[in-house]
């Protein structure tokens, strides 16, 4: 786009006048990160609950719970039965990771972030923006209807592991509605992809050079590659999978001379990417944002970007120990177990410069600040246990237990959630124009980070103790059955932390009334978003961009608070 273009505010397209043209089929980026926020936050709740039915099934083996339970299945007669308790772990997992958590931190955070922090009007290409929003919905929508089937939603776990995911012609039309659902999820991130990718490459505003761009932009940049490399991996397998079930192919069947272990190195190769895909987003926007409520620029931001590089990187190299237990060679394991524990390096160097951004800083302990905090600490839990899964021998002993379920949950659902939530309380003013309550904030924080230790730590002790993983009934065990008192005690936990939620949901739709107006900076922060009205105009900025001048991340922008100065310098 010519600077001539710019300067007259033309930016492709103009604001649509009609309800349909503005917010359903929306092509301004700021709407269409509402969009996904919003869709996020439905399949969420949706989630959620499966959730809770899960640890209610696990507190409850035995008692038969009528109301909910003979709602959803009415031949049952009260509990989940073993297969129902299946179909639930299985959507659950789907859900939360491509429909809940994915939208979020990269559909909300690209959307919103990108375009406003690189001082563009908006992405590269808008119309493949709004495709990939309803591309997404699409497959959430089959998804959601695939409960409803006669034969009840895929089974077989969100890994989809052939045989468990249907054999030659299988008849279960839930797996098939898996499939096409996945599938129209990985086009809408792959859109998502190029888009984010075309538009930091081309669009950025005079001045931003790439070692300029915040660490979020750089997160998002990462998260996109990954998403362009590993998605199609995942895609294709997925389709070979559809052709296999309904043509009776073998790409995946022991008959044609083929093997099912095909199918779990396709998927890992992509599924080991995908923990990255959702917390570089996460590690960018934390970057960024520990270091304004710090009151410094970002400890080591060129190594904080060449970690995020070496991540991207690493990532592809250790699918691997996914399968020690598989029957993969030995020297496999021994080869992915070294390559696993390289990842170490890179993340350290994060921490050590998140730590680094702290000291000595001003700390502010705002909301926003607080879900960063909280992303550090559970993170770093789930880190440091993942090097007892990496390591081949433990791991033989501790896969398929509670030790798994607990560690991935601190990882990838835990810190992604509670790094979305930073990105919403952060983003909440410039989105909407108004503050969300403060102490709600905190108390919803403090809930939330008590009980997700609790769920998530006990959850691994008790994987420790022998408790198996996707199991609806530990009580046909003998020597599982001691651990249901702590058991049931997690499920109280969730209970507790689902209502937590409520508080923020109440904060959110009572502050957009309700919350005192928020200025263009209320957070103080440097980033090129907060120079523009809340929320920003369509087009983003005045007739004229905004330019970046001094160095990287302690650029300074014309007319924002900058007091985002060392603080060393300041005495
Ligand atoms: C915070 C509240 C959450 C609770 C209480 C919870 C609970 C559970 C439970 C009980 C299971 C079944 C474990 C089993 O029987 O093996 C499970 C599985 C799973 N969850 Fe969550 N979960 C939560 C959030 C999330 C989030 C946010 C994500 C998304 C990243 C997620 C991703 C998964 C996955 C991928 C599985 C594995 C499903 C499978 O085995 O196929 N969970 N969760
Ligand atoms: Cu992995």
Known sequence: MSDAAQAHGHHGHHEPASFVGKYIFALDHKIIAVQFMLGGLFFLLVGGSMALLLRWQLANPFVPVPVIGTFLFPETGGYLRPDDYNIMFTMHGTIMVFFAITPLVIGMFGNFAIPLQIGARDMAMPKVNMLSFWFYILGGIILLVSLFLPGGASHSGWTAYPPLSGLVGSPDLGQTFWILGLTLNGVSSLMGAFNYISTVVMMRTKGLTAWRLPLTVWGLVFTSILNLLFVPVVAAALILLLVDRTFGS??????????????????????????YILILPVWGLISDLIAVFSRKPAFGYKATVCSMLAITAISGIVWGHHMYTAGISPTMGKVFMSLTMLVSIPSAIFFLNWLGTLWRGSIRYTTPMLFCLGVVLVFSLGGLTGIFNAAEMLDVFLHDTYFVVGHFHLTMAASVLLGAFAGIYFWYPKMFGRRMNETLGKIHFAISITTILYIFIMMMILGAHGMMRRLADNSNYAFLKGLQPQVANISWAVLVLACAQLIFVFNFLFSLKAGPKAGENPWEAATLE??????????????????????????SVPGAANDWVPQSQSG
């Not at 099912?260 to 995908?274: A, N, V």
């Not at 809340?534 to 001048?549: A, T």
């Open 250 to 275: 073998q790409f995946f069947g022991a008959n044609g001379g083929s093997t099912p272990l095909l199918f779990q190195h396709l998927f890992w190769f992509f599924g080991h990417p995908e923990v």
């Open 530 to 555: 907060w120079t523009t009205p809340s929320p920003p105009p369509h087009g983003n900025f005045g007739p004229v961009l905004p330019e970046v001048y001094r160095g990287a991340h302690e650029y």
